[in-house]
């Protein structure tokens, strides 16, 4: 009986063509569902590590504009304008005498680093009166904005 039914569906040629059709369909799904798991593992990680470094290199962009924003108003002595890029432990430090927002008639980014997710740590060379100083000032991430959380002479 089933030799029967194998000569008359092979003698059926749109019987065959629907066969060798379905037979091509699934072949093809396979292939297509390989190609897409090899590129997924390959191209998905490459990708998510890509995205990655872009937000690491934005986060320290905002965090050193909001550095930049302090260190200006410091130099116009705009001691106002100043507190506003500080929290309340960089303002704490500021009332012990451990820094002052006036005086620096110069500044430079030598070093940065990220400490931990929402924290940078910049070392700043500041010009005062004609000398240099070491500053280390950390950022801290408050909601979406930097602070200012920490001033400290190196040294």
Do not use: C, P
Request: charged share 30%.
């Amino acid at each position: 009986m089933t030799k029967i039914l194998r000569e008359k569906v092979l003698k059926n040629s749109a019987l065959r063509a629907i066969l060798f059709a379905v037979v091509l369909l699934v072949m093809g799904e396979l292939f297509l569902a390989w190609q897409y798991q090899r590129l997924e593992k390959g191209r998905l990680a490459e990708l998510e590590q890509k995205l990655e470094e872009h937000q690491n290199t934005l986060e320290e962009r905002a965090a050193q504009d909001v550095l930049e924003k302090f260190l200006e108003a410091r130099m116009t002595t705009d001691e106002q304008r100043a507190s506003r890029y500080v929290t309340e432990e960089a303002m704490f430090q500021h009332q012990q005498g451990l820094f002052e927002f006036s005086g620096v008639q110069d500044y430079k980014i030598s070093k940065k680093e990220k400490l931990q997710e929402g924290m940078f740590r910049f070392q700043v060379e500041i010009t005062r009166d004609g000398a240099k100083q070491i500053e280390i000032i950390e950022l801290l991430k408050v909601s979406d904005e930097y602070y200012v959380d920490s001033v400290q002479l190196a040294g």
